[in-house]
């Protein structure tokens, strides 16, 4: 008998899965002494975080696996913040007391990675907080939005029965992380304004600092 608590409309999970192994993909790939977690430790990060995610997707039990992955996917997105803030932070620090320890390509990686990263984080944050989730999102559970994306402002300019899904939330981080500013997607919460702030933060220190410094010595 089905749960009358379960959602009828499960949004596809895969964009969020790529964007999940991408970031540890980045982590994995980075030079040793920038890398804060051991070679294997994203490996077991992987199955840990992508098996809720499966089971939402073809488990029949959802609404018990939705609650497994929410708390999943927000543990996953503080570990790799502090991850990524750690990062940042190691790099400033050399460059300021040991100059030398680190190269120009070296920096330059580094700081490519750590934005990157910070747009994949943050977009998966903002996936699934906004209106509730993917699922609240998509069976209309009457959350208040924490964003006013173009499409909601002009219904008669989208789709029919458009709702915002991964792909709208990774842009909006990456135009977060690029422009320092909104872009399209104007935040209508406290709580959304404050998580934009700490983004465009994290990828103007690492634009100005880390990379503008890296291409210094690069060309020098």
Request: glycine share 6%; net charge positive.
């Amino acid at each position: 008998m089905k749960d009358p608590t379960e959602p009828s409309r499960i949004e596809p999970r895969w964009p969020a899965a790529l964007a999940i192994l991408a970031v540890l993909l980045l982590l994995t790939v980075l030079p040793g002494r920038v890398r804060l977690l051991p070679v294997w430790a994203p490996f077991v990060v992987v199955i840990v975080v992508l098996l809720p995610m499966a089971g939402v997707t073809l488990a029949a039990a959802r609404a018990r696996w939705l609650r497994v992955e929410r708390a999943v996917t927000r543990l996953f997105v503080a570990l790799m913040g502090l991850t990524t803030l750690s990062i940042l932070a190691y790099l400033v620090r050399t460059m300021v007391s040991r100059p030398g320890d680190i190269g120009g390509l070296q920096l330059l990686t580094s700081s490519i990675m750590v934005w990157v990263t910070n747009v994949l984080v943050f977009s998966l944050l903002f996936w699934h907080m906004d209106r509730g989730g993917p699922e609240a999102r998509a069976n209309d559970a009457g959350t208040k939005p924490d964003w006013l994306f173009p499409q909601s402002g002009a219904p008669e300019e989208a789709p029919p029965d458009w709702r915002p899904t991964f792909v709208d939330y990774l842009f909006l981080a990456f135009s977060t992380a690029t422009a320092f500013s909104p872009t399209d997607a104007l935040p209508l919460t406290s709580r959304a304004k404050m998580l934009m702030m700490l983004e465009s933060s994290i990828s103007l220190s690492t634009l100005v600092v880390v990379a503008s410094r890296a291409i210094n010595i690069l060309g020098g």
